[in-house]
């Protein structure tokens, strides 16, 4: 292990926390609402989070700080493309309206 390594773990581990509580909720927002652009916004924090923790497990456990920090690299690109994509998505809007009878 070389001198970066506590830097690595704790940055990839705050990286793991707030990544995974914002797929978390946008993930509980899109079950909620149905919105695309809210599914995408979960599919990008979490390919961020899976390629912070595949960065970390590639650095600490293989040794190879090069490879993790290719495969953390790769994640968060695909994961910035995905959230990117979601700010152009179609979101559709159901409009809910409730008819009283009169007697």
């Known amino acids: ?3 970066y390594t506590l830097l690595i773990a704790i940055s990839n581990t705050a ?4 990544g995974g509580a914002v797929a978390l909720l946008s993930y509980r927002a899109f079950r909620r609402t149905g919105s695309g652009a809210l599914r995408a916004v979960a599919i990008g924090f979490g390919l961020i989070v899976v390629g912070s ?4 497990l590639a650095h600490l456990l293989g040794g190879n700080v090069g ?3 290719t495969i953390q690299s790769a994640f968060t690109a695909g994961g910035f493309t995905i959230l990117l994509y979601s700010l152009y998505a ?14």
Request: net charge negative; proline share 0%.
């Open 1 to 3: 292990m070389n001198e």
């Open 53 to 56: 923790l595949g960065g970390a």
């Open 15 to 18: 990286t793991l926390l707030t």
């Open 67 to 69: 490879l993790g920090v």
């Open 90 to 103: 179609e979101t559709t809007t159901t409009t809910t309206v409730t008819l009283r009878r009169s007697d």
